[in-house]
């Protein structure tokens, strides 16, 4: 079955700590996106790449990281200066626009960072 | 400055009844629009979209309305079901892939 992987579901982290979360997809998606939630404030959205070896940050990018090196993966990296790292991350993939009609998003099951 | 709003947090609705969420936007670069319903600890899953350049879309129980002159939109839920509990999430795509989500809206239907 197609789909997004991520990885790791639960993830503790101590201050000054980088972290990367993994977002691996097997539908042959070309454009890739992170967001995080917190209670409240809905999507937002971190980073997203079109295409291999080429990615544009979001709204909130500021310390954050990531790459798109293969179609089918692009990893985040919290980095240490994330005042407020704590949330739900989703990544998602969808084809890219251009098409007849919206591409939607398919979404992976999320990844919960806590930092202690 | 959030350019995909929904005020209402929250919405409580009768089995049976319909449900109105809204949506309104700030930016007329966004070529589609689409609802996600999503379940707590889970990703969104789509449910309905629109083409910027129409005014509705429906599809069974679910109808999106657009009024461009206003930068609103609206999911209806007709009839609504205790299933239909979830949070609502209207997203707003441009035409170079970036793709824009407001706050939710907390949908509770009352059996």
């Known amino acids: 079955d197609g789909g997004i992987t991520q990885s790791p579901k639960y993830l503790f982290r101590k201050e000054g700590q980088n972290v990367t979360l993994s977002c691996e997809q097997n539908l042959n998606h070309d454009a890739m996106y992170w967001y995080r939630q917190d209670p409240g404030q809905g999507l937002r959205l971190i980073y997203y790449?079109?295409?291999?070896?080429?990615?544009q940050k979001g709204d909130i990018a500021e310390g954050y990281s990531v790459s798109r090196e293969k179609k089918e993966s692009f990893p985040l990296t919290v980095t240490s200066a994330q005042k407020n790292p704590t949330a739900f991350y989703l990544c998602a993939s969808k084809q890219r626009s251009g098409g007849a009609g919206a591409n939607v998003l398919t979404f992976g099951a999320g990844s919960r960072l806590t930092v202690l | 400055d959030q350019q995909v709003k929904q005020n209402s947090p929250s919405l409580s609705v009768q089995e049976g009844r319909i449900s109105i969420l809204n949506c309104d936007y700030t930016n007329s670069m966004f070529d589609y629009f689409l609802w996600y319903k999503k379940y707590p600890a889970e990703g969104p899953t789509f449910l309905i979209s629109?083409?910027?350049?129409?005014d509705k879309n429906e599809d069974g129980r679910f109808t999106v309305f657009l009024n461009k002159s206003a930068k609103h939109l609206s999911l209806h839920i007709v009839p609504s079901q205790p299933g239909d509990s979830a949070v609502y999430f209207c997203a707003a795509e441009t035409s170079y892939d970036k793709v824009i989500f407001g706050p939710g809206t907390s949908l509770s239907v009352i059996p």
């Open positions: 629109i083409s910027s350049i129409k």
């Open positions: 790449s079109q295409i291999v070896n080429d990615f």
